[in-house]
């Protein structure tokens, strides 16, 4: 599981990297902080500190800075070379797996809590993600 999550990282790495006046490291730092705000806002609703409806909210405004990412992957899969963005990857995997890994956890300790709401659970299905 640890090496297919790793596997997952580096690949999810790769197509992340993106933009004008980016690099592959920023975009990579900008991503895993994307991916663990997603993370605590799911652990706030499972632990009852913000309500699913709030939530949800958020997570729609994220789903929105995922669609950039998108953009800033093409710019920068035109500017950069392959090596950089294998490079940045390769150097950015350990982070991005671990943040996956939360993501993950905070989706099941969510689902877990009885606090998963459709209008949520719809959110997170329908964001747009890198």
Known sequence: ?????????????????????????????????????????????ADGKISSSKATQKIKTLGKQGEKFVERKTALNKSASPEQLVEAAKEHSKETGQAFRGYMEAVSKLSASGRMTRELADAIENMKTP
């Open 1 to 45: 599981m640890k090496r297919l999550t790793n596997i997952f990282a580096v690949c999810f790495s790769i197509l992340l990297l993106s933009s004008c006046g980016d690099s592959p490291d920023k975009l990579m730092d900008d991503q895993v902080s994307w991916i663990k705000e997603m993370t605590d806002t799911l652990n706030d609703v």
